[in-house]
């Protein structure tokens, strides 16, 4: 498929003609080295993001699914990638943790934005899970990455195998963790055996109020109550920030812990639950 977008230059050659490695293609069948991500990524580092998300869309069509948490400004990339593909499959983990207003949230914007989610649940009834956790207090997680990786990983992971998508779009930026930092644009993921594409990286929380603004977005309903990043509703995983805090202070509060893990390379164990 050729692919134009202004101010990129197009992988001309598909992607199936591209000489690969047969021990680099995926389980899929996927092929591994496929892009030339060595050209694409300097040139996304210069590129706006709603650039990138339509390159995604126009190199891997429906083979593209996207993630959301529906938190607190999920809504931005969900209007940038279903204006390029209105009908992309739009993975949402269901915890069994989740704030109601997330639930309600999730279904304001389907409704307004007419979206194709994919509610991924967690195998475990939510009570049952914290008695056998030993979890004595359900507004507490004591072993929070245990929790992760049966209630979030395990979902998250289940997804991506039974959509075997050829790319992933994640709402990422580079601020907001450590382990962010050094993310490029488009990447192979092996734990997932797709491309994962995260168009947001360089953008500033100047930059998302500005299209949020632009085009009349919501925020999650929580986010004016100081919950600038929003998870799950055990205080141990969400709670609200001060001004002046780091948005994302609030996530794991003092647990030295930053990502609930589906974006990290490896998985949290879950594959062992
Ligand atoms: S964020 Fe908290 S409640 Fe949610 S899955 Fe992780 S540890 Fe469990």
Known sequence: MSVSVPGIVPQTTPIEDRPTPAADADPHGHPVAGLDLDTLNPLFETSQPQQVVQWAAAQFGGDLVMSSSFG????????MATRFLPDVRIVWVDTGYLFPETHAFMEDLRHRFNLNVWVYR???????????AGETDPSWRNDVDACCAANKNEPFERAMRQLAPRAWLRGIRRRQAKTRENVPFVEWSRRYNCYAVSPLLNWTPKDIFGYMKEHGLPYHPLYEQGYESIGCNPASCTQPIQAGDDPRAGRWAGRGKVECG???TNSLDSANL
């Open 72 to 79: 607190a400004e999920s809504a931005l990339l969900i209007h």
């Open 122 to 132: 967690t195998r475990n009834d939510p009570i049952a899970y914290l008695q056998q």
């Open 262 to 264: 589906i974006n990290l």
